[in-house]
C-alpha cells in the first residue's frame, strides 16, 4: 500500500472482494468545462459506471493525497476550483503532492495512481498523443510512454483530432501499445468516428477485449491497452466543420504562441467556441458511452 495513497472505503471494498472497478480522471472536471456543469457531467459519468454494474473511482489529489475514489464534496472542491487546479502529468504529481495542493490527473497521472491502487480500467474521453508539428517542437503527450509501461486499459473514443493521429499511431506501435477498436476497424478521432487511420485489432465484446488484455499482462507483457470506442453515431460531428474548427484553432494557438501543457485546453476550449458548444455535447457524451464500455469490460475481467 502506497503512504501517498488514499482509496475510498466503497473503492477498497470493491477491490478487496474482486468486483469491477473503473477508474475516471479529473482534468476533465477542473479543466474540461465551467461550474457547474463540470460537477454535475463527472457524477453523472460515475453514475453511468454504477447503472453499468461497475464501482466508480474517480482519480485525482486532494491536498496533497493520491486519491482513488473521490467523495461528492471532493468533486465539488475540484470543480469549483477550476482552472486553478494543476494539471498533472507523472512529472508534476511529486511537486502537488509534496506542496500539499489539489491536482487534477491526466491520462497518464490517473493511470499511475489506478495502477497504485489495483484498479486496470480507466475510461476517459480521448488519449493525449503527437502533436502536429512535433518534427519541431518534439511535443509528445506523456500519455504515450505511460500506456508503454503502466498495466491500465483505457477506453478512449481515440486521440483528439487536434493532433496528429499517424504520428500518434506510430508512436503507439513502436511502443508496443495495442490498439483495439471496439466494433470498428477505423481509428475514431474523439469527435467523429472514422479518420483515416486503422486500429490494430477490431473487437466486437467486451468479453473478448477482457480476454484480450488478461493474455496481455498474463504473459508478463507490460503495458497498457488503448480501446478505442467511436463517438455514437446521434452524437458524433460532421468531419469538416470540426476539421475547420480544429485548423483555425491551432492557426491561433501559433499566432498567439500558446504551447505546452496550454495547448490542449486551449484548443478544446477555442474548438468549443468556434462549434457553437456543439464539441462539448458531444465531449460529454463520448465519456458516457466510453464509461459504459468500461464497465462492461470491467465486469467481463
Known sequence: MNQFLDIHPEVAEAIASG??????????????????????TAKKVEQVIRDNGAIPATIAIINGRLKAGLSSDEIDT??????????????????????????????????????????RVFATGGIGGVHRGAQQTFDISADLQELAKTNVAVVCAGAKSILDLALTR????????????????????FYTRESDHTVDYNMTSAKDIAQFISAKWGMQLHGGTVIANPIPEEFAMDKESIDSAINQALAEM???????????????????ELTGGNSLSSNIQLVFNNARLAAEIATAL
Request: glycine share 8%; net charge neutral.
Open 19 to 40: 468486483k469491477p472497478v473503473v477508474a475516471l480522471e479529473s482534468t476533465i472536471i477542473s479543466h474540461g468545462m465551467p461550474w457547474p456543469q463540470n460537477a454535475e
Open 78 to 119: 475540484l470543480a469549483k476550483a477550476g482552472l486553478s487546479v494543476t494539471k498533472c502529468s507523472r512529472r508534476d504529481l511529486p511537486f502537488v503532492v509534496a506542496q500539499k495542493q489539489h491536482g487534477a490527473t491526466t491520462v497518464a497521472a490517473t493511470m499511475i495512481i489506478a495502477a497504485m491502487a489495483g484498479i
Open 170 to 189: 506510430e508512436y503507439l506501435e513502436t511502443q508496443g501499445v495495442p490498439v483495439l477498436g471496439y466494433k470498428t476497424d477505423v481509428l475514431p478521432a
Open 254 to 272: 501559433e499566432e498567439q504562441g500558446v504551447g505546452g501543457k496550454e495547448s490542449t485546453p486551449f484548443l478544446l476550449a477555442r474548438v468549443a
